[in-house]
């Protein structure tokens, strides 16, 4: 995602599956209660966006006598594919990142214990396995310096995009391999239905993105870093699918604004879950972890670290949120068991509509 930071993966995820399916059952002749206590280690498999505190991870280790080791496995869509493809063998202990466009593929496909934290201030979900951890909404984002530089105005809208003054401008994101890309098309299936769009729907409203020339990134940061031009890595596009929270962190020197701007109207609210694989050889330290996830101390780095919203709402934010970083306040809403009934085929239709 556009806030968050870029991890290099310890290697490539072909290269891991053998190794990592080992972390998470026990080796022949271990005990298989030496997990029991808590302690030990827990492998933690992420998406490439995940990010904490040194101190702060530090202390779980300290309290708890659990040591964490992360892996990441690629973006969330590529997260939950692994989880999937790996179920009975699993990469690791707990996951965290998969999302509610994703979530009820991982959940109904038996690879996470059924294991929530007791009264959890994050709250409940609907998703069996799965304890939310943060939120935040995806939108379209536009490099503000871009257009006054060349005298145009902004997009507002979703229809706005495909005016023919924005053509060759926008960057969107393959929802069969990106979260963010599939929170978009689910903006635009909330927007737009079967029949909006002057009675295209949400399809017609694809094509006509493509006829505007738009173009598609496999991932976020290919997106944003690669084509965007409000990216600072040589973009060129200045329309692409982010976050809300974006704007934050592209702040002029005396950070009286931003260089960046989330069209609030574009956007669709994404949860991220964490939950307990199943066949961990350490569940106890597996659920302590999960516990510690929604504990107001991770909670409260969450914004800094991955640049989401914590799923806690009493959990103090940065004071520049309120000002740059703000949540939708009607986000497009999709209901998660249509998107579990139609998610495949939504993403076939996609491809046929942009080509991809």
């Known amino acids: 995602m556009a806030t968050r930071r870029r991890l290099a993966m310890t290697a490539a995820v072909a290269a891991l599956l053998p190794v990592l399916g080992a972390c998470g059952t026990a080796a022949p002749g271990a005990d298989p209660t030496s997990g029991a206590s808590g302690a030990g280690t827990v492998t933690l498999v992420t998406h490439d966006s995940w990010a904490v505190s040194d101190d702060v991870i530090a202390k779980f280790e300290a309290d708890s006598g659990v040591t964490v080791k992360q892996v990441a496995v690629g973006d969330a869509g590529t997260l939950a594919n692994q989880l999937v493809l790996t179920q009975g063998s699993p990469l690791g202990d707990v996951v965290f990142g998969i999302d509610n466009t994703f979530a009820s593929r991982v959940a109904d496909a038996g690879v996470l214990e059924d294991y929530s934290p007791a009264g959890a201030a994050t709250g409940e979900s609907p998703f069996a396995g799965l304890t939310p951890i943060d939120q935040g909404d995806v939108c379209v984002n536009v490099d503000t310096a871009w257009f006054d530089a060349h005298g145009l105005a902004e997009p507002v809208t979703l229809e706005d995009l495909a005016k023919p003054e924005y053509r060759d401008l926008m960057v969107a994101l393959n929802p069969a391999s990106s979260s963010p890309g599939m929170a978009f098309l689910l903006a635009t299936v909330g927007a737009f239905g079967v029949d909006g769009f002057d009675g295209q729907g949400w399809t017609g409203y694809w094509s006509a993105l493509k006829a505007n020339g738009l173009t598609v990134a496999e991932s976020w940061s ?57 066949g961990t050889a350490n569940p106890a330290g597996a659920r302590a972890l999960v516990d510690f996830l929604t504990s107001e101390t991770f909670q409260a780095d969450i914004p800094g670290q991955m640049y989401m919203y914590p799923a806690d709402p009493d959990v103090a934010l940065p004071a520049d949120w309120v000002k740059f970083a703000p949540l939708a306040p009607h986000p497009f809403e999709v209901a998660p068991d249509q998107i579990t009934a139609h998610r495949e085929a939504w993403v076939d239709a996609w491809t046929e509509a942009v080509g991809a």
Do not use: K
């Open 222 to 278: 290919d997106g944003y870093y690669s084509e965007f031009s409000g990216g600072g890595e040589g973009g060129t596009r200045p329309i692409v699918v982010s976050y809300s929270t974006s704007p934050a962190f592209t702040l002029t020197e005396d950070g009286s604004a931003t260089t960046t701007r989330a069209l609030l109207d574009t956007c669709f609210r994404q949860v991220e879950y964490a939950g307990v694989l199943a």
